[in-house]
């Protein structure tokens, strides 16, 4: 190459330095025009739902049996109260401070799902009666409930917690209390005696599923047999 004219050689070398860039081009090429959509692996976005479509439902777990039975905090006997229709904490402060467990207390697991809103839901309302009655078949001694003004049939005492006491040999008998007061107090069910209950529960349960229902106006006390329990 050294007997070439000195132009010749400098073409020569520029010749060889394009020819060189040329090769690297080829070697990585860049698609500049490859869309997105069309890059491998790129994950597919979901269709739109229809106009009108009801919104997906979130989905929330309660505690199953087992673990609400493994959570559970028996209490102590004569130190179990329940509760119905109270709207006066009175009497269920003067207890729990001398010891008493109530179902808050009895059921910590439970709590946080209390008083949010699910009082129509049939699945909290399974998951109540399954630990209501799971407390009244560990209560033990002499038990106390609270009332309210009245106890409509639908209520968890009526249809799961009085029941279940009154067949657990454990107990010895059932004191209804005034909510407001824990002096207004009687003896509605005793150890020995026949099943009693406050008032008829529909036989269809469907019915029971509004715990809440409207409260009628003069509604009348309930009457456990000829004892009065409408404190």
């Known amino acids: 190459m050294q007997f070439l004219p000195k132009n010749a050689l400098h073409t020569l070398y520029l010749l060889l330095s394009i020819l060189f860039l040329n090769s690297l081009v080829y070697a990585n090429p860049v698609n500049i025009d490859t869309p997105k959509s069309d890059v491998p692996n790129a994950p597919a976005s979901p269709p739109p739902p229809p106009?009108?479509?009801?919104?997906?439902?979130?989905?929330?777990?309660?505690?199953?049996?087992?673990?609400?039975?493994?959570?559970?905090?028996?209490?102590?006997?004569?130190?179990?109260?329940?509760?119905?229709?109270?709207?006066?904490?009175?009497?269920?402060?003067?207890?729990?401070?001398?010891?008493?467990k109530n179902f808050t207390e009895v059921f910590p697991i439970i709590k946080p799902f209390l008083n949010i809103g699910l009082e129509t839901d049939p699945e909290f309302q399974t998951l109540a009666d399954v630990s209501s009655k799971m407390m009244a078949e560990n209560a033990a001694g002499e038990v106390h409930v609270i009332f309210g003004d009245d106890v409509p049939p639908c209520t968890t005492w009526n249809r799961i917690e009085y029941p279940a006491l009154q067949v657990n040999a454990k107990v010895t008998q059932v004191v209804a209390v005034k909510d407001s007061d824990v002096e207004q107090r009687r003896v509605i069910w005793k150890k020995g005696q026949t099943?009693?209950?406050?008032?008829?529960?529909?036989?269809?349960?469907?019915?029971?599923?509004?715990?809440?229902?409207?409260?009628?106006?003069?509604?009348?006390?309930?009457?456990?047999?000829?004892?009065?329990?409408?404190l």
Do not use: H
């Not at 009108?52 to 006997?77: C, D, L, N, Q």
């Not at 715990?211 to 003069?218: D, E, I, L, T, Y």
């Open 51 to 100: 106009p009108g479509s009801p919104r997906p439902s979130i989905a929330r777990r309660f505690p199953s049996e087992t673990e609400i039975r493994k959570a559970m905090v028996v209490p102590p006997p004569d130190r179990a109260v329940f509760f119905s229709r109270m709207v006066n904490d009175a009497a269920m402060q003067s207890l729990t401070t001398k010891g008493y």
């Open 195 to 230: 099943l009693n209950v406050a008032r008829t529960v529909p036989s269809n349960l469907k019915t029971c599923l509004n715990w809440f229902p409207a409260r009628k106006k003069n509604r009348k006390p309930l009457s456990a047999g000829n004892r009065g329990v409408g």
